[in-house]
């Protein structure tokens, strides 16, 4: 009878305390993670929006994208700059996640829609890196690729073609 009495008093003397834990307020919602803040190389490009290449390049931190520096042979550095001849502005190309600074030129002749002779080159706003094609007289040929940015190109081109991305 005694055992009874003991268990039935630690029964009671459980629920009771569950029941009060009951009534504690439940934790405050965490907040959301702030998003991580852009690297200083990030705001630069989406900041050359609207510059001319030849402007951009002379800035300080971005003559790696000149065409000397490009990691091209001569003879390609010397294509891709006759083909820049008139230049656009530069443009922001975004889709899927992938960002891209976007400059285009072309010769005098051939500036109306993309028919080319033309260079482009597209830097990967998160990476740094270059996408480098040119199309003329010698073919449509990609001097440096990246793969995700050429298929950016090719996804926002009007045409579903690199040599003729979009210009926002």
């Known amino acids: 009878m005694r055992t009874r009495l003991i268990v039935s008093l630690i029964a009671a003397l459980a629920l009771q305390a569950c029941g009060e834990r009951s009534k504690e307020p439940a934790a405050a919602p965490q907040p959301a993670a702030a998003p ?15 510059k001319y290449y030849f402007d951009f390049v002379k800035e300080a931190g ?17 294509r891709f700059s006759r083909n820049m001849d008139i230049q656009g502005v530069g443009a922001i190309a975004a889709a899927n996640g992938v960002e891209a600074l976007v400059f285009t030129g072309c010769v005098e002749a051939s500036c109306g829609g993309g028919a080319g002779p033309l260079s ?25 690729p990246l793969p ?20 926002d």
Not at 37 to 42: D, F, G, K, Q, R
Not at 150 to 157: C, G, H, R
């Open 36 to 50: 991580a803040p852009e690297s200083e190389l990030a705001a630069a490009l989406r900041a050359a929006r609207g």
């Open 120 to 144: 482009v080159i597209a830097i990967d706003v998160q990476s740094g890196d270059a996408f480098v094609g040119v199309k003329d007289a010698e073919g449509e040929t990609v001097l440096k």
């Open 148 to 167: 995700r940015i050429q298929m950016l190109l090719t996804e926002t081109s009007p045409t579903n073609s690199w040599s003729n991305p979009t210009r």
């Open 62 to 78: 971005m003559e790696r994208y000149a065409a000397e520096n490009l990691g091209l042979d001569a003879q390609a550095a010397a």
